[in-house]
């Protein structure tokens, strides 16, 4: 699976769009991008997955750019409970269960 | 989605015993994993429990200090045996009820005195 590359940390302000990037230069053809989050002594949580097209769901955008290479997680109002480890994790295939957790972007929203 | 619960949710051990956590889902999986959790650390996959066949250990883990069962399709336990303080961490079980989706329990936070 291809390696990813986050932030260590950032701020954002409650009630602003919260923009997470992740480079995945080494991704493959077949390889999905996740995001899952933790907030603080939970249980991690999946948040949206996509391979090529740009997705949204209830929780968030992703934002993948033409060449695969990275992507951006999108939370368009941050809540103070939207603060907590954001992790991008790049997966051969759907259906592959090897999720390898890195460290993660620790997002912090300002109240 | 899945609902997924730990029991127990926390506990403070001593060193030479062993802990059995449990997990539970409330649908039918076949696939279950069970991960460590370090302090200050991220996730690391133990072993991959499906219902009907021995577990498959990562490399590094071993049966005989992380023994797994799958009794059906809903639940598992990991035991975490001979108990040292290194290994405080937090347990965490995820299941796989769609072929793209994994989703975690609450964890169990182990602290070996």
């Known amino acids: 699976d291809a390696k990813t590359t986050q932030p260590t940390s950032m701020d954002c302000a409650e009630g602003r769009a919260a923009n997470l990037p992740c480079n995945h230069s080494t991704i493959s053809g077949n390889e999905y991008v996740y995001w899952y989050r933790q907030i603080h002594s939970q249980g991690p949580q999946y948040i949206i997955h996509?391979?090529?097209n740009n997705e949204t769901n209830e929780m968030a955008s992703l934002i993948i750019t033409e060449d695969r290479k990275s992507s951006t997680l999108i939370l368009p109002h941050a809540t103070l409970r939207d603060t907590a480890v954001y992790y991008c994790?790049?997966?051969?295939?759907?259906?592959?269960?090897?999720?390898?957790f890195g460290k993660g972007t620790k997002l912090s929203v300002i109240p | 989605s899945a609902v997924i619960s730990q029991k127990p949710s926390r506990d403070i051990c001593q060193r030479g015993t062993s802990l059995t956590i449990q997990c539970q889902v409330d649908?039918?999986?076949?696939?279950m994993f069970w991960y460590r959790q370090q302090p200050g650390q991220s996730l690391t996959l133990i072993a991959t429990?499906?219902?009907?066949?021995?577990?498959?250990?990562e490399s590094g883990f071993v049966i005989d200090k992380f023994p797994i069962s799958r009794p059906n399709l809903t639940f598992s336990t990991l035991t975490v045996s001979n108990m040292s303080p290194e290994d405080s961490s937090i347990y965490l079980c995820?299941?796989?009820?769609?072929?793209?989706?994994?989703?975690f329990g609450p964890g169990t936070r182990l602290t070996v005195l």
């Open positions: 649908s039918q999986v076949t696939m």
């Open positions: 996509g391979l090529k």
């Open positions: 994790i790049v997966l051969s295939g759907a259906g592959s269960y090897q999720l390898t």
């Open positions: 429990a499906n219902q009907g066949s021995e577990a498959t250990y």
């Open positions: 995820s299941v796989e009820p769609r072929s793209d989706t994994q989703y």
